[in-house]
């Protein structure tokens, strides 16, 4: 399997469909949910709130609430941190923190890759993406974190969710090394991931 490509992004103007709808702190829009709490550890600490849109991609978003509820991501890195561009993580096959990490990006998990789910949303910073390869068919379990816009990005990546509380957290992952393409030595990761 190829090394997964990745995107994340917080739609500025977000329009969310049904349910209640809270501003939070940050003026960011948390909708109707659910949502998917990152415990995050190591030089980075805290909580990340990321409010899944399963009006926009229900397949996606079906398959990382199962992975959540199965303790998939728990202690999963975040093997590739561009400066500038995208946290990305979620690599349930190679990407745990007890593990040999020299695969960490080329894996999923046992559930079966998912068809494209491409919106019209745009990918802005806290936006989260599904990662993928080559082919728009091949995401699984690998998503990733949005730190700025990327509008190159729109159309070409599933967007299922947007961070609603922790951005902060998300930009204190560690960075990895650009001539490297984003690989992380010693990589910050998910502790704990849970749904609410």
Request: hydrophobic letters at 45%; proline letters at 5%; charged letters at 20%.
């Amino acid at each position: 399997m190829s090394e997964r490509v990745f995107a994340l992004a917080l739609a500025a103007g977000l329009a969310l469909t049904g349910g209640a709808l809270a501003e939070t702190g940050s003026g960011v829009v948390d909708g109707p949910g659910p949502n998917l709490v990152l415990e995050v550890a190591g030089a980075a600490q805290g909580r990340v709130v990321i409010d899944l849109l399963p009006d926009v991609a229900p397949r996606h978003v079906e398959q990382i609430t199962a992975l959540a509820a199965e303790g998939a991501y728990d202690e999963v890195v975040f093997h590739r941190v561009i400066e500038g561009f995208m946290a990305q993580t979620g690599d349930v096959q190679f990407g745990k923190r007890a593990g040999d990490l020299s695969l960490a990006g080329m894996g999923g998990s046992q559930r079966p890759d998912l068809p494209a789910e491409f919106s019209n949303r745009a990918f802005v910073r806290g936006m989260v993406g599904m990662a993928r390869s080559q082919s728009p068919d091949s995401a699984n379990s690998q998503f990733f974190i949005m730190f700025d816009e990327a509008p190159y990005l729109d159309g070409q990546y599933t967007i299922v969710g947007h961070v609603v509380e922790g951005m902060d957290v998300v930009d204190a992952i560690k960075k990895g090394d650009q001539r490297q393409n984003g690989l992380v030595a010693d990589p910050d990761y998910i502790q704990r991931a849970t749904v609410e």
